[in-house]
């Protein structure tokens, strides 16, 4: 199902300066990242953004998850 889940983002030169978005969309991954964060849930998100479905939000959060796979990370500080 992710490979399916990551079919709904797509990155285009031409939309948002090639920032993953969903499919169909100008809506970014980071910008639903970004609402969740801040305390939305999936299905609010979904209510606010019509034709947006509880999978393209699932597929932003697979798609990031995915991303940081091969990432190294350093301290931001020292405790």
């Known amino acids: 199902m992710g490979d399916a889940l990551l079919e ?19 809506l970014s991954v980071e910008f639903i990242l970004n609402l969740l964060a801040h305390g ?17 939000v699932q597929a932003c959060l697979l798609f990031a ?3 940081l796979e091969d990432t190294e ?7």
């Open 8 to 26: 709904r983002i797509t990155i285009d030169p031409d939309v948002l300066v090639g920032k993953p978005v969903i499919r169909g969309t100008r």
């Open 40 to 56: 939305a849930t999936p299905y609010e998100v979904v209510q606010e953004y019509d034709g947006l479905a509880i999978e393209d």
């Open 65 to 67: 998850s995915r991303a």
């Open 73 to 79: 990370f350093m301290p931001l500080s020292e405790a």
